[in-house]
């Protein structure tokens, strides 16, 4: 497993994040386009679940060719990367939006599983304020430092690996718990994971999985230099499918 890739700054462009994209490539296209991101010096930084319930799901190979476009690992990439591994239930991948991975040929379902195994677990991002973290659900430790220096350390045994990440995936107990500590030892965390009716933060904690695949959510782009949500020069004409 990958567990953190880092970034330099961005000195020639913007660096934007988004919560999870779920199949939804058209409407966050729409949504780039309409916000003036420019591909040639912008990033956008993506809180993972590329998969699953939504309409484009198999465009995921296109999207992770994409040489602006970086993702964490989601618990929905997941379900893809072990599927051919025989360590997902059908009826559990079906019940989570997997019908159309089901429906794909075992090399195709191979293939994929092997480009989003390249996904990390958590990105650090270097901007002018400081490092920022991005995971999928949660940093599962107080401090990001401790939690970085542990999925690294390859004296630290397989299991605790495995389960913080899978803390760092699937994790809602911050948000839950409504618990304001934040995360230490980075400027900032980014989240997806649990839909937020609107962006919203926890101390230094943003989460940014505003529900786009869902009925009356919407893509949030939040600009993470500046820790500042994207307002689009020209509203997207429609945000839902
Ligand atoms: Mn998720």
Redesign the pocket.
């Known amino acids: 497993m990958f567990f953190v890739e880092r970034f330099d700054r961005n000195t020639r462009g913007r660096d934007l994040a988004v919560g999870?994209v779920h199949g939804m490539y058209t409407v966050l296209s729409q949504l780039l386009q309409a916000s003036g991101f420019d591909p040639a010096v912008d990033r956008l930084f993506c809180t993972?679940?590329l998969v699953d319930r939504g309409p484009e799901s198999a465009r995921v190979l296109e999207w992770l060719d994409t040489p602006w476009f970086h993702s964490v690992r989601?618990?929905?990439d997941d379900f893809a990367i072990r599927f051919p591994e025989g360590t997902v239930n059908a009826t559990t991948y079906l019940a989570n939006g997997g019908a159309w991975n089901l429906a794909n040929p075992a090399a195709l379902q191979r293939r994929i599983s092997a480009a989003l195994d390249q996904l990390p677990i958590a990105i650090e991002v270097e901007t002018a304020a400081g490092v920022i973290g991005i995971i999928?659900?949660d940093c599962p430790l107080p401090s990001w430092q401790d939690f970085v220096t542990r999925m690294t350390d390859i004296r630290v045994a397989d299991e605790e690996h495995d389960h913080l990440a899978n803390l760092a995936?699937w994790s809602r107990a911050r948000l839950m718990a409504q618990d304001p500590s934040g995360v230490g030892d980075i400027h900032a965390v980014v989240a997806?994971?649990t839909p937020v009716v609107e962006y919203s933060t926890l101390g230094n904690v943003h989460f940014i999985d505003t529900g786009a695949v869902f009925d009356g959510g919407h893509f949030t782009l939040l600009d993470i230099a500046s820790l500042t949500p994207v307002v689009p020069a020209i509203p997207p004409a429609s945000q839902s499918r």
């Open positions: 999870d993972g679940d989601g618990n929905h999928h659900a995936m997806g994971h």
